[in-house]
């Protein structure tokens, strides 16, 4: 593929990028070609500015200056600023569940335009948090798990508790014996924050542990926190058929793109939309069209099959169709040009958070109590713009995919019971004992402008699949895979054919051909889902998620949210791949910790938790070394070759 022509193995967005161009509408991909190399210092993590007597840079190869006017060497600078990225990845899922315990409180109080539907994950929840549940009200039991989350944010000693939650055992000594276990969210986080000010913490072995807490804030805090939550108000997801690409926005209708991170506001615009489609009638069009994109769109996805129009990279050519009524955001991945491309067209970008606003856009504001009222408001400012359209830059799509999504654990236990009601992880387990399949690996993150996209994605998928490995999907990745047949029937070709036969046999029994090629389950936060279904197989086989052979791989990501999911991996024993530089080469020490094995007494992740980070450009190399890993990690089990 020529990288400099191309921008995307979806076809249709490279036909919107040409159109940008020839327009004059500048996106993140032409912004990406004015600088073609990023700069140099900040791609090695060599670039300091964290106090008014830099910024500071250590020079390359030895040359030029190796200290920062404080005296930080090369090690310190790098971890320090590989903890202020985490500290931001781990910050953004961590509001996220604390937005989601209020909501959940609220809920529970009867203040608020939510109800809760997860009521058998609800039980499952309290139970696990010790809250005695007999003859307690749904709200009650709502409340005191809301209260449970919000001491996450609070409590000053002892362990957070969904890390007691959904952790094992082995692994909470181990992080308690390095030191490394989080007490509270915010607590952790404002540490973090101190510790990388000027003239804090300058051990760089301490600064890289400061990561692995953030990962554990991230994993249990944001992750856990904030699936378990959602799917108590808005129902576990279960298996939903929807479609991807551009052609799920239809020109007849009034189309709504929910963009963003945090269901609470998506779920109410889809469900306005359908109780206003009336008046979208008397505005001329065929009724309303929700359409996702990132991991609003997963979510909504997830629980109502909403199709999905755009990963990350390409948001802001969605509006280049010229058929977009409006884009509602809500916090993460929006990128800021969303609006100075909408004003080419008739499209309207609405903020929905008072600290999530763009200049020039139009904003809602958004909270629990008031969430109907502002869903409306927006479904009708939507159908107010129906008439505006200019329909000389429309450009529409016919091509859609069809595939599969809603693989919640739930869903894939209630899958799996259809062959084994009495131990529902049997055939899975019998699968990867005989070989049929090598492992399991989850294909997660972004995609990222800088990237051929969907590329890295879909060759780590493909080279995986046919080599017999279970693959899952999250955020954009999932989209990737969906859009070039990974999520539906076709895909299966793609499969090894041990695998295909599993995946047959696992589908047939719940009524369909096959499970499809590779599963969805959910968005970034619902990593939480493939954690914990490694939890339950590791536990199920009285082994630690270690010692699984199972991999992450996140081959196009863009943000540091995903950094610090990887690291939450890498604190459970799991082997993580990012295709993209995680900026830490300018320090030996820190790229050994991070990606070499045991190598001596010094710190490393390899030997301290038995998997470690994998930097691969290449996307075919980089499934060659996760196979490799997948068969030692087997050996190690004694598992069939
Ligand atoms: Fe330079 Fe030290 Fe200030 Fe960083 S903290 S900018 S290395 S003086
Ligand atoms: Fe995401």
Known sequence: HNHTQRISLDHDFEVLYEKACEAGIETAFSRA?????????????????????????????????????????????????????????????????????????????????????????????????????????????????????????????????????????????????LGITPV??????????????????????????????????????????????????????KLVKSNFRLGVIKKEMVNIAVHGHVPLLSEKIVEWSRKLSEEAKAAGAAGINVVGICCSGNEVLMRHGIPAASSFSSQELVIVTGMLEAMVVDV??????????????HTEIITTLPYVNIAGSTHVDFHTDKADKAAQDIVRKAIANFPKREHQKITSFTGTVEAYAGFSNEQIIEALSALNKE????????????????????????????????????????????????????????????????????????????????????????????????????????????????????????????????????????????????TYFLANGVDVHVGVNPQVSGSQFVTDVLCNGAKDDGLNLEKLFGGKLIYEKDPVKAAAILLRRIEEKRLALGLSS
């Open 33 to 177: 070609k004015q600088t073609p190399v990023p700069c140099p210092f900040g791609s090695a993590g060599v670039c300091c500015r964290h106090c008014l007597e830099g910024p500071c840079r250590i020079g390359f190869n030895g040359k030029g200056p190796q200290e920062g006017i404080c005296g930080a060497n090369g090690d310190t600078i790098v971890a320090r600023n590989l903890l202020t990225m985490m500290i931001e990845g781990a910050a953004g899922h961590a509001e996220h569940g604390r937005e989601t315990a209020l909501a959940l409180l609220e809920a529970s109080e009867g203040n608020s335009d939510y109800q809760i539907k997860g009521v058998e994950k609800l039980y499952q929840v309290a139970a696990g948090l010790g809250i005695e549940t007999n003859g307690k009200a749904v709200e009650d039991i709502g409340k005191q798990v809301a209260l449970k989350a919000l001491e996450d944010f609070q409590k000053q000693a002892g362990a957070m508790n969904w890390l007691t939650l959904h952790a094992q055992q082995q692994s909470i000594d181990k992080w308690d014996e």
């Open 184 to 237: 509270n969210v915010h607590l952790e986080i404002s540490k973090a924050v101190t510790r990388t000010s000027m003239g804090c913490d300058a051990d760089p072995v301490n600064l890289l542990l400061g990561c692995l807490t953030m990962g554990l804030v991230d994993g249990f805090g944001g992750l856990h926190l904030s699936s378990d939550l959602q799917d108590i108000l808005f129902g576990v997801p």
């Open 332 to 345: 993460q991945c929006i990128m800021p040009g969303i609006q100075k491309v909408a004003e080419c067209y």
């Open 423 to 566: 131990d529902p992880l049997k055939p899975l387990l019998d699968a990867i004992a005989s070989g049929a399949i090598r492992g399991v690996a989850a294909i997660v993150g972004c995609t990222n402008v800088r990237e051929f996209q969907d590329w890295g994605n879909v060759t780590v998928a493909k080279e995986l699949l046919k080599n017999n490995v279970l693959v899952v999907a999250t955020g954009c990745s999932a989209h990737s895979l969906a859009k070039h047949n990974l999520m539906n029937m076709q895909g299966l070709e793609y499969c090894g054919e041990s695998l295909r036969g599993v995946l047959k046999a696992i589908g047939q029994a719940v009524g369909l051909e096959s499970l499809p090629p590779t599963l969805h389950m959910g968005s970034c936060v619902d990593n939480s889902r493939p954690a914990d279904l490694l939890t339950a197989v590791a536990n199920r086989l009285g082994v630690e998620v270690k010692d699984l052979p199972a991999v992450g791989s996140c081959p196009e990501t863009h943000s540091p949210k995903a950094l610090v999911i990887g």
